[in-house]
């Protein structure tokens, strides 16, 4: 199993520009999230899927940010226009399921680091 | 609504040390409960977790106990090593469908 993926691992862009980030989930698993970690606000909750839908995208800061599902398999996660304060480190993560009390645990990906100038 | 909430850091201590990271939850019914790690550089990892009133969860050397009484989950462990230098979460699954995540704890092991 190789886990969640994540690309790219680094991101350099000019302040404006158009950002993508992507994410293949583990094979199976039905529920995908998005996370932002930065020192001040630590980790954040961005937007979740489960069976490919958006179920909860109300941690998305603006909406300069969006966020797809097309398949079961992939996932993306898009800045338009990009600005200095969105430089983090963002995480995908995926789950067998979730729902209220799940004892299933969350696998991270390594993270796209950001860096907008 | 549900929560957690673990002690600050940064905590440092010299190697074969005793480590205690404090986690106490606030929820209804019965949560299931986790601590994760992330090394520098990566991802959070699953460290170990219980999913009901007294049960341990134990890996790596680390343990935790879900203590209901006292509504907490601290992370302990008996000999650190300069490899356990990371940050530790401590996170939720209540009654939303998404884990609410501590603030992190960061631990540096030094020789």
């Known amino acids: 199993d190789a886990g969640v993926i994540q690309s790219p691992r680094h991101e350099v862009t000019e302040m404006g520009q158009e950002v993508t980030l992507r994410c293949k989930p583990i094979?199976?698993?039905?529920?995908l999230f998005w996370y932002r970690q930065t020192m001040m606000r630590g980790l954040e909750l961005l937007i979740y899927?489960?069976?490919?839908?958006?179920?909860?995208d109300s941690g998305m800061p603006e909406d300069r940010f969006s966020a797809k599902m097309p398949n079961a398999s992939f996932s993306t996660l898009k800045i338009q226009p990009s600005e200095p304060r969105d430089s983090a480190v963002y995480f995908c993560?995926?789950?067998?399921?979730?729902?209220?009390?799940?004892?299933?645990?969350?696998?991270f990906g390594s993270g796209t680091r950001l860096t907008v100038v | 609504g549900d929560s957690v909430t673990q002690m600050e850091g940064p905590v440092t201590l010299s190697e074969e040390a005793f480590l205690t990271i404090n986690c106490t939850y606030t929820?209804?019914?019965?949560?299931?409960l986790f601590w994760y790690v992330q090394y520098p550089g990566e991802g959070l990892q699953l460290l170990l977790k219980?999913?009901?009133?007294?049960d341990k969860g134990s890996n790596k050397g680390f343990e935790a106990t879900y203590r209901k009484e006292t509504t907490s989950f601290h992370l302990e462990k008996g000999s650190v090593q300069v490899s356990d230098s990371a940050v530790y979460f401590c996170?939720?699954?209540?009654?939303?469908?998404?884990?609410?995540f501590g603030t992190g704890t960061s631990l540096t092991v030094i020789p």
């Open positions: 993560a995926s789950s067998p399921r979730t729902g209220s009390y799940s004892n299933y645990g969350y696998t």
């Open positions: 094979s199976g698993h039905n529920s």
């Open positions: 899927f489960n069976n490919n839908v958006p179920i909860d």
């Open positions: 929820a209804t019914g019965y949560p299931s």
């Open positions: 219980a999913t009901k009133a007294d």
């Open positions: 996170a939720l699954s209540g009654t939303g469908n998404q884990f609410y």
